[in-house]
């Protein structure tokens, strides 16, 4: 599913500790609570999705057979997610860290969102939890056996993810977009800055643009009112968090009026 012909500003739900945490998490109701009314900020404020993502749980499983992500949180990721679609009428995506892919997608498919982001989906990367290797084919191979209902769920997947660095020393960067765009099954490619919050280089940004042609680029980290002139009429989407949040502190609660504040100045940027 890519961005279509107008770009989407996707803002984060960003759920507290699960019960399954080091710090032992929320209640659930509480947990929920909490996540919804992020949520209605978001649709309130003037996103146009909102992705839901278990970023209170680090320090992170790394997803997958040899350390999956713990059944309570996929489970409410899935929860989260269709309530929000239920109380907001945006569409809605899900992301489960660090990366397990199979995870969000099934939690997607129960709750009829419309995308996934998948941190690592092809090649390796050197991140807090280890190497994380991609399983794109996997991946597939599950969405196949979901049927229609997997087949309907877009794949957001980043280049050269945050909080992460390449085995390789030495990267070609536009060859390595090439790659995901056309040989991982993704459906858009996102890209961000080195940790939570940095800006997305416009070089770099360019430099994929020309790569990749028309295939859909996100922005994943780093939109602000700021750096919205320049990343925003170069891509196709963007997944927002920490900015929009009270104070642009990340564990704070969304802000309408800071997502009223981009959600103006991309329009602008749109010309």
Not at 4 to 21: E, K, N
Not at 39 to 64: M, S, T, W
Request: net charge neutral.
């Amino acid at each position: 599913m890519s961005a279509g012909p107008a770009r989407t500003l996707m803002g984060v739900v960003h759920l507290p500790p699960c019960p399954s945490a080091r710090c032992g998490g929320l209640a659930v109701d509480a947990l929920l609570e909490r996540a919804l009314a992020d949520a209605r900020a978001l649709r309130d404020g003037g996103c146009d999705a909102i992705l839901v993502e278990n970023f209170g749980d680090a320090p992170f499983h790394k997803g997958g057979a040899a350390d999956p992500v713990p059944a309570d949180v996929v489970a409410l990721l899935a929860i989260a997610a269709r309530e929000a679609r239920r109380q907001t009428g945006l569409p809605v995506a899900i992301n489960c860290l660090r990366n397990d892919a199979r995870a969000a997608l099934g939690a997607a498919v129960a709750a009829g969102a419309g995308w996934i982001r998948v941190n690592v989906l092809s090649g390796a990367m050197v991140t807090d939890q280890g190497v994380v290797e991609g399983d794109a084919a996997g991946l597939a191979s599950y969405a196949r056996q979901l049927g229609a209902a997997g087949a309907r769920v877009g794949v957001l997947a980043d280049l050269l993810v945050k909080h992460a660095a390449p085995l390789a020393r030495d990267v070609d960067v536009a060859a390595l977009a090439r790659d995901l765009a056309e040989r991982s099954g993704a459906t858009g490619v996102v890209l961000s800055g080195a940790r939570t919050g940095a800006p997305v280089d416009p070089a770099r940004l360019a430099a994929v643009r020309a790569a990749v042609g028309d295939f859909p680029i996100w922005i994943g980290s780093g939109l602000t009112p700021d750096t919205a002139p320049a990343l925003w009429p170069g891509c196709d989407g963007a997944i927002v968090g920490t900015w929009l949040k009270r104070g642009g502190d990340v564990a704070a609660p969304v802000d309408p009026e800071r997502v009223g504040l981009l959600r103006a100045a991309v329009d602008r940027a749109s010309g």
